[in-house]
């Protein structure tokens, strides 16, 4: 009976350890499938607070609080299910459905450099001139949001498509909320942030209300910034996703230049060969992600003229 005991726990201890190392596998693959999809968190970061710009300060993280709510619907009740089915019975659209969202990338992060040098804003939609209800809002923002997030769970899926279907579904699970926690986390912390920063500047403590007064003209240049970042890691990512969809796809030529540029740079650089190997990757994954998505720009306005002077045709 005792012998039987402790080959009962020894069994219970080898299977604590596989369940362990499972967690374990299923964490750095979640990570791996987070981290490749940075660009279009990065851009889901930037774009958000803008939806809660002008409205009252008490409502705004009430309203963050429905749009990460229907972003969690989004990825966990409909995008999830889709794309676990596509890659178990048709896993070979996944490359074209990849290089679909990486051409979209492309053209977002084409369209925003565009309006940048025109000098005019982009909002994905949103109109400051009007003053929508919050279900409007919240709606829109959702709407945009479900793009965003089939990008994220398709590039996540992409990078796991080698794991069971449990465990696919469960590292996408896992993505999914992470990336909708942090994300919105984010944003609400960006939007109070302007509020912490005007209660600080009123305490009497000088320091403090330094902080507070830097927090407040802070705040529109952080916002700046991470437009940037999001437009140039979109340009990257989608780029590069093009890149190796061709590849994938049986053409070689263009993925293999890039790749002996790579190689070339890491081989003459030494020791510092990894991060400029690594940066002639990421310029030429930009430069073609710009050039795709000026092509598709130019594609979609080309198209939408002439639908808008058939139209204006069609009226008289």
């Keep these: ?46 774009v958000t607070p ?30 999830l299910p889709a794309v ?20 979209y990338l492309c053209f977002e992060g ?32 959702v709407r945009t949001d479900f793009i965003l997030s089939a990008e994220i769970m398709v590039i996540a899926l992409n990078e796991v498509t080698d794991q069971p279907f449990l465990s696919r579904a469960v590292i996408l699970a896992v ?20 509020d912490v920063g005007l209660r600080l500047s009123a305490l009497p403590r000088k320091a403090v209300a330094a902080l507070g007064r830097g927090l407040v003209k802070g705040m529109p240049k952080l916002l700046t910034a991470l437009t940037v970042v999001g437009t140039a890691a979109m340009l990257w990512v989608g780029g590069h996703i093009l890149l190796v969809g061709t590849d994938d796809l049986g053409f070689h030529a263009l993925y293999g230049a890039v790749h002996h540029a790579e190689e070339a740079v890491h081989e003459a650089t030494g020791s510092l060969g990894g991060l400029l190997g690594w940066l002639v990757n990421t310029l030429a994954s930009a430069v073609l992600g710009l050039i795709v998505g000026a092509l ?18 069609g009226s008289h």
């Design 1 to 46: 009976m005792p012998g039987g005991l402790v080959a009962l726990l020894d069994d219970v201890a080898v299977l604590a350890r596989a369940a362990a190392a499972s967690v374990d596998d299923v964490g750095v693959a979640a990570a791996r499938a987070s981290a490749k999809a940075a660009g279009v968190v990065v851009d889901d970061t930037a």
């Design 50 to 79: 803008q939806y809660v710009h002008g409205l009252a300060a008490e409502r705004e993280l009430p309203i963050i609080r429905r749009i990460a709510l229907g972003s969690l619907r989004n990825k966990l009740l409909i995008i």
């Design 84 to 103: 676990l089915l596509l890659s178990q019975f048709l896993p070979f659209l996944l490359t074209p459905i990849l290089m679909v969202g990486g051409a």
């Design 110 to 141: 084409a369209e925003k450099v565009w309006h940048k040098l025109r000098g005019h804003g982009h909002g994905h939609g949103t109109d400051e001139a009007a003053a929508p209800d919050e279900n409007t809002i919240v709606a829109g923002a």
């Design 175 to 194: 993505v999914g909320i992470a990336i909708t926690v942090l994300v919105y986390g984010v944003v609400g912390l960006i939007v109070k942030m302007d």
């Design 296 to 313: 598709v720009a130019t594609v979609l306005n080309l198209t939408l003229h002439r639908r808008q002077a058939r139209a204006a045709g």
